[in-house]
């Protein structure tokens, strides 16, 4: 190919992928309610305070505590289309098309990245960014509103900006890559792995002053939200700082009660929850036997496409490493994490496949080296199909609106029963909360206290009574709905007036088997 042909085709490769992803993300679209999965729900109620001029709040909870648990640029953005169309849900037609659209932009950025600044053959990055962007947990994300997309397409870019300060120098480059991660950092918490990355790999190219100023750039963005987000975190009652409250001091309540070997714990299950999804994603069907080893194959790919990177990038590999750091450790299933970057990884594994053909093609390699590469490139090739063919089976089959459905299925006759029985000013005690307050207008409150532990331990059936009768407090409900066994013992010992303030009184019971009470508050 002529340097016309390479030219073209590293144009039209991030193109193609992006139209790829965008006309799959489109396709598998289905318009389920607002908050369907808790996240999406709260995102969409603090964009409408904020398009309603009431500030960054959360205004579904009693006394509209400051909303210091996400930080605000997604719902910022989402806020600028409110204004453009406020009337809910009708707007909703308009706001379902963003994270598909941000997640093709993501899918071709991070293509023409690996063509640029990892020197991928733009074929291969073309295919992989495509094949992880349309990964089917990747679409459940993109089906939506969440900050994901936009997360990754604001990291591409601080990407883009960090390698050219380090190429080239010059305070304008580091100060846009800082902005940039700083912005990144103020859509999704994990973008605070840029924090070390950029500078360090700033200094690693000789850059120092541009490290500083990189820092600077970041720390501009990522500070004043972190100072307003603990300086107003004592709005929230107590019961209501594990789902509402800052990320870091939930985090560090359980390290002080468990110790160092919480953290130890996390790893392992994340590490071990790892290793399945990488097991079932690139090898959905067959193969059971030998998974175990291609999972470990498939690892080695990605472990020379990283040694690949570094040589071209140590802004990316080291962002990589930090951001993997976060995922590692955090209580929470690691899964959602490595979604929200998987078209980032296409690129590692891309990078690692090349290398192991250019071992497996040199005539001067010996036989026992070419044959080992050729295995990892083979590897390499059935995940790839693998992955293809998880996502293609799941679209045709609807996979990929599973979840939204069950859960709309379950909050439906909780939306319906409390617009039909209660009055505007009642608050509700319930799951699901976000989507029953943009449903119905009432206030309310969650109905599970949550801790960083219970990700180990698994949440209880049965939570302790004190901790919903502090959660029935904190938002002065006047109902309460529960689902079938979830807290039934619970509500079953707040019926006796001996259980003291407050009492439940069964007063419904809804389709699909919810139990709704009065809230009686007992002197």
Known sequence: ???????????????????????????VQAAHPAGVFWDDGVYLITARALASGEGYRFVHLMGAPAAVHYPPGWPLLLAGLWKLWPGF?????LLRWVPPVLAATAAALACAYGIRCLRLDPRWAAVATTVFAVTLPVLVLDGVLFAE????????????????????????????????????????????AFVPAI?????????????????????????????????????????????????????LDAVRERGAQFLADVARQNVTALRRT??????????????????VLVATVFALGFHKAWLRSQAFCLAAAAYALIVVFWPYAPDRFAWAVWPLAALVLAAGASETLAFARHAASPPMVRAAAASLAAAAAIAVAGAAFYSARGISRGWANVAQGANAAQLRPVVDWVNAHTAPGDVVATEGEPLVYLYTGRPVVPVHVLTADEYLAGTSLRQPVASLRALLHAGHAAWAVFYPGAFEADAADLTSPAAGSPRLVPVDTLPGGAVAFRVEWVP
């Open 149 to 192: 997309p936009l997360f990754l397409v604001i990291s591409v870019l601080a990407l883009f900006a960090a390698d050219r300060a380090a190429r080239d120098g010059g305070a304008r480059a580091a100060m846009l890559a800082g902005a940039l991660a700083g912005a990144a950092a103020l859509v999704r918490s994990t973008g605070l």
């Open 278 to 295: 990488l097991a079932i994603v690139f090898f959905p069907v067959g193969l059971r036997t030998v998974r175990p080893l291609l999972v």
């Open 1 to 27: 190919m002529n340097a016309e042909g390479v030219r073209r085709t590293a144009f039209l490769a991030p193109v193609a992928a992006g139209l790829a992803v965008l006309a799959v993300a489109v396709s």
């Open 89 to 93: 849900p009708a707007n909703m037609a």
């Open 199 to 251: 500078p360090l790999a700033l200094v690693l190219a000789r850059r120092r002053r541009e490290a500083l100023l990189a820092l600077a750039a970041m720390l501009a963005f990522v500070l004043p939200w972190q100072a307003w987000s603990a300086a107003h975190a004592a709005e929230l009652a107590p019961p209501l700082r594990g789902a509402y409250g800052p990320y870091l001091p939930w985090l």
